[in-house]
């Protein structure tokens, strides 16, 4: 079946550290993003792919870095300078983002905390 | 600016009706999406509104007043399976992208 897969499901920072979270789909999809969720919060945009080798800051890219070098992979970095990490991030996918009515698809999210 | 407004909480009795409302502000609006979040999980795609009226799909409608920036999402025969968060976004903005709303968790009793 086709879907998108984020892992760990459950991550742990310590101070001073970086730390990636793995996004992959095979739903042949052009567009992939990644989301902050915070509790009581809209999803918030951090970083968004249309084509593979490019990349667009979100809204709150600030501490965030990605790469898109292949097609079906969308990793995001967690770095040391995002100083309140614990979220629940969420990655998805769409269709071509010329087509408005494509809707995102989600992984099932992973929750980072620090330790 | 861009602002979603939708309740924060609602309840309902199984079997019943319900209608959850989201008012936009936005520019450049091309389109509204509602999703449903279940508590720790992804969110799942359940209408897309880009023309003003009522789409239906089963036990689920979504309406659109473009001119009032104001969608609702219905719910009918209300199952204890749809207690869940309901995410009203709305494609707009200069880069298109989606915005969300802060979710309205429904929690529906027996």
């Known amino acids: 079946d086709g879907g998108i897969t984020q892992s760990p499901k459950y991550l742990f920072r310590k101070e001073g550290q970086n730390v990636t979270l793995s996004c992959e789909q095979n739903?042949?999809?052009?567009?992939m993003y990644w989301y902050r969720q915070d509790p009581g919060q809209g999803l918030r945009l951090i970083y968004y792919?249309?084509?593979?080798?490019?990349?667009q800051k979100g809204d709150i890219a600030e501490g965030y870095s990605v790469s898109r070098e292949k097609k079906e992979s969308f990793p995001l970095t967690v770095t040391s300078a995002q100083k309140n990490p614990t979220a629940f991030y969420l990655c998805?996918?769409?269709?071509?983002?010329?087509?408005?009515?494509?809707?995102?698809?989600f992984g099932d999210g992973t929750r980072l905390s620090i330790l | 600016g861009q602002n979603i407004d939708q309740p924060t909480e609602m309840t309902a009795t199984e079997g019943a009706i319900v209608q959850i409302n989201c008012t936009y502000q936005?520019?450049?609006?091309?389109?509204l999406f509602w999703y449903q979040q279940h508590a720790g999980e992804a969110p799942t795609f359940l209408s897309y509104?880009?023309?003003?009226g009522l789409e239906e799909k089963g036990r689920f409608s979504s309406f659109l007043s473009r001119s009032k920036g104001y969608s609702y999402l219905l719910l009918k025969e209300l199952q204890m399976k749809d207690s869940a968060s309901y995410l009203c976004?709305?494609?707009?903005?200069?880069?298109?992208?989606?915005?969300f709303g802060k979710g309205t968790k429904l929690s529906v009793k027996p």
């Open positions: 998805a996918s769409s269709g071509p983002r010329r087509y408005s009515n494509q809707p995102q698809h």
């Open positions: 739903l042949n999809h052009d567009a």
């Open positions: 792919s249309q084509i593979v080798n490019d990349f």
């Open positions: 936005t520019s450049g609006f091309n389109g």
């Open positions: 509104n880009v023309l003003d």
């Open positions: 976004a709305v494609t707009g903005g200069s880069q298109g992208n989606l915005i």
